[in-house]
């Protein structure tokens, strides 16, 4: 490493929430960094599991809890409490591979116009093995515009932000949004900032029944709330609003497939409350598929009358 990306101050986010077993894997990756963080602080999101008792096992560790806020204020928290001039936030029940804050300060380091700098991950599943190996990114000449269709795939595991560009851009993620805040941070960076994506394995996402991807229903919602915040940057671009409606368009059609999966089987479980609120999460959201299945359904509900009567005519 050259002087300069020695010097890198480097801190290390962490928020947990009902992830204290997954806790140290988390911790330990980054205490194996080639390149040592300067701060390492884990957020207790109002956990109800033993993160204190986690987290104190590491030294290095600095401690925080604060009341059930969710991921966007917990990550704020760590933006308050540290000082150092690169961000790294890592999910609980995620981990780095050793060399990634080494990566991550040398490709800032070589760009310093760039807000973020991302590389690429491994899923792993909830015991560590391997589901999915890392693939490239995708490859075009206007990343803004995959960031619109589907976030070219950035996760923030694999991301390392420049503090100074989180500031010049409100100084935090939106705590109003549920799910993918990542993304609305990420796309208000690349409004004002360039930013790099590196085809390089650096960490491991751990795919498991909590994760928040799990929530279909609430990644549709806020994905939508934040590309449809997006309309007046990108008004009178041809290409962007093109990558706008098409990026409305997938999450509307991978997730409410995923939500009607689960209405069906809420539906044969009777469990009604859960199946009314996410019908009705459809019908305000993508009102579309709800008349294209009540379409089906009626379509197949009909076909066997309308061949007996053809019978009967005859």
């Known amino acids: 490493m050259s002087r300069s990306t020695q010097a890198a101050r480097v ?3 962490i928020p947990c929430y009902k992830q204290a077993h997954f806790l140290p894997d988390a911790i330990e990756s980054v205490l194996q960094q080639t390149h040592p963080p300067s701060e390492i602080v884990v957020i207790d999101d109002g956990s109800p599991d033993d993160v204190a008792g986690v987290a104190a096992r590491y030294p290095a560790v600095r401690y925080l809890r604060q009341r059930n806020q969710g991921l966007s204020a917990a990550r704020n928290t760590g933006i308050r409490a540290t000082s150092s001039e690169l ?29 973020f700098a991302s590389g690429r991950m491994h899923v792993v ?4 093995s391997m589901l ?73 996402y751990r795919k ?19 590309l449809r915040a997006q309309r007046d940057y990108i008004h009178g671009n041809p290409r962007y609003e093109a990558a706008y409606r098409e990026g409305i368009r997938r999450a509307r059609y991978y997730f409410s497939e995923i939500v009607i999966d689960q209405v069906h089987a809420h539906v044969r479980e009777r469990a009604w409350r859960p199946a009314l609120r996410k ?4 019908l305000r959201w993508h009102p579309g598929i709800v008349r294209e299945r009540v379409a089906l359904k009626l379509e197949r509900a009909l076909r066997p009358r309308v061949a007996n009567a053809s019978v009967k005519a005859r």
């Open 11 to 13: 801190a290390v986010v």
């Open 132 to 204: 999915k190996p890392w693939r490239p990114f995708p490859r075009t000449d206007d990343y803004f515009a995959h960031l619109l269709i589907n976030h070219c795939g950035i996760y923030p595991v694999t991301t390392m932000y420049r503090r100074a560009a989180i500031e010049a851009v409100g100084g935090g993620f939106d705590v109003s949004l549920r799910s993918a805040e990542d993304w609305d941070m990420d796309i208000r960076l690349a409004r004002r900032f360039p930013f790099h994506l590196y085809d390089e394995p650096i960490a491991l």
């Open 87 to 115: 961000l790294v936030f890592l999910d609980s029940d995620d981990q780095l591979l050793p060399h990634a804050i080494e990566r991550g300060v040398a490709h800032l380091t070589a760009r310093p116009e760039c807000a």
């Open 279 to 282: 019908t009705w999460m459809l």
């Open 125 to 128: 599943a909830a015991d560590g």
């Open 208 to 226: 498991h029944g909590n994760n928040m991807t799990a929530n279909a229903a609430v990644m549709m919602m806020s994905i939508i709330r934040v």
